[in-house]
């Protein structure tokens, strides 16, 4: 097993991270009532918020987005007061960066499902790899492990049974086509496609790249995953009014809609599930 790593451009994250320098509150104060700044990734998330900030403005909530190249600093800007709510998220990933970073953020509203993806360029089907077969995934721990599972999910794997929290390429015990595993940095895994038999992409790199993920991906998580999306708050805000109000905007029938009629299937409302 080799493992590649890849640096998101310096330029981009510290662009993004001064894009969020102002209009939010500081931790521990109440968020303004009359609008609300939320971070996203560029992509389904922030389609998905921009059309959740035109119900919010129905209801006389303004919502300003920030937009983010990675998935650290959305999480980062959030603590330190420079948004008030975030949505890119799912829980395992929330957990690790909160144990990661001493942090106390929350989840206080489901939002969607973007179901992982694995693709190839060189077969049709995952049955026709063969022995020996390279295969990309993220080398993050939280979407890294969340390929292997749909690797297992479908009888492709094996885990051992006390490592399936943290699981990791080393913690796989039977791999009967003998995949060879290299970690990616997430974001460039579909222009590193051609390089490896197949690889696994988050769900909004995929679209980024001109990927669907119902029509083009040779394994599709399935749709009881536990990997659904969140809007995220700091502890002390979880029972804002104002973030209620958010939640409920992008909980409307309108946005679930948008949802259906935008992504026809490569990204699910979860909000119900």
Known sequence: MKKIGFLLSTVLLTGALVACGDGASSPGKAINEDKIVVGVTAGPHEQIVE???KVAAKDGLEVELKVFSDYILPNTA????????NSYQHEPFLDTFNKDHSTDLVPVGKTILNPMGVYSDKYDSIDDLPDGATFGLPNDPTNGARALYILEENGY?????????????YDIEE???NLKFIELEAAQIPKQL???DAAAINTNFALEAGINPKEDSILLESSNSPYVNFIVVRAENKD?????KFVKAYQSEEVRKFIEEEFKGSVLASWDE
């Open 78 to 85: 959030l603590s330190e007061g420079d948004l008030d709510a």
């Open 157 to 169: 794997i094996k885990i051992k049974e006390d490592k399936r929290e943290t699981a990791s390429i």
């Open 175 to 177: 791999n009967p086509k």
């Open 194 to 196: 051609g390089e490896v």
């Open 51 to 53: 059309e959740a900030a």
């Open 240 to 244: 804002d009014p104002t973030i209620q």
